[in-house]
């Protein structure tokens, strides 16, 4: 059975850091590419990141790009968000999902809550 | 980046009718050389991630219904539901993964009349 479980979330200051996790297992994780997709409270999505299966290519959203670095390690099938200088409008729910067919999101995490606030 | 914009915002649709969903992206999706057109539709249920329902602007995934079926191409997509069940009720985004950034639509809330 497929999972990704995300975790790290949680109440931050305004310009402070925090990391997010996605640990994966049923599926083959390096091959696939891997995102972060949030969700605001009462809107809609949001695409923040993505990462190729090798890690060697690295996409970011203009409202996160410069503060958020994606990563993954292979040997431990985890993603992870780094997300630095956070602001109130970062604050969201954050889904990690997998990509195995050439772009779409075919398999989404539960998410985990990152609220910025003083 | 591609702006993908989504009509109406909201709709309400009896049991057993039918419910279409527009998206319109700011320009073409459809990659010439291979002839597909980039462009997936989820559904997000109250309470839950989002779920992928059609990829390539018109494949079904596996395991779901056949009444749930997309069309269009380049800029101007559908996706309609017909015969609407209960469990239809979500909100329906469409996005395009011919380039980044990845762009959403808006949301389109499907509930029952």
């Known amino acids: 059975e497929v999972q990704l479980v995300e975790s790290g979330g949680g109440v931050v200051q305004p310009g402070g850091s925090l990391r997010l996790s996605c640990a994966a297992s049923?599926?083959?994780?390096?091959?696939?590419?891997m995102h972060w997709v949030r969700q605001a409270p009462g809107k809609g999505l949001e695409w923040v990141s993505l990462i190729t299966w090798d890690g060697v290519s690295t996409y970011y959203g203009n409202s996160v790009k410069g503060r958020f670095t994606i990563s993954r390690d292979n040997s431990k099938s985890s993603l992870y968000l780094q997300m630095n200088s956070l602001r109130a409008e970062d604050t969201a729910l954050y889904y990690c999902?997998?990509?195995?067919?050439?772009?779409?999101?075919?398999?989404w995490g539960q998410g985990t809550l990152v609220t910025v606030s003083s | 980046d591609i702006v993908m914009t989504q009509s109406p915002d909201s709709l309400a649709v009896s049991l057993g009718e039918r419910a279409t969903i527009n998206c319109k992206s700011s320009r073409s999706v459809l990659y010439r050389s291979n002839s597909k057109n980039y462009l997936a539709w989820y559904q997000q249920r109250p309470g839950q991630p989002p779920k992928l329902l059609i990829s390539w602007a018109s494949t079904r995934e596996s395991g779901v219904p056949d009444r749930f079926s997309g069309s269009g191409s380049g800029t101007d997509f559908t996706l309609t539901i017909s015969n609407l069940q209960a469990e239809d009720v979500a909100v329906y985004y469409c996005q395009q993964y011919y380039t980044t950034p990845r762009t959403f639509g808006q949301g389109t809330t499907v509930e029952i009349k």
């Open positions: 999902a997998k990509d195995c067919a050439a772009g779409t999101l075919d398999y």
């Open positions: 049923g599926f083959t994780f390096d091959d696939c590419a």
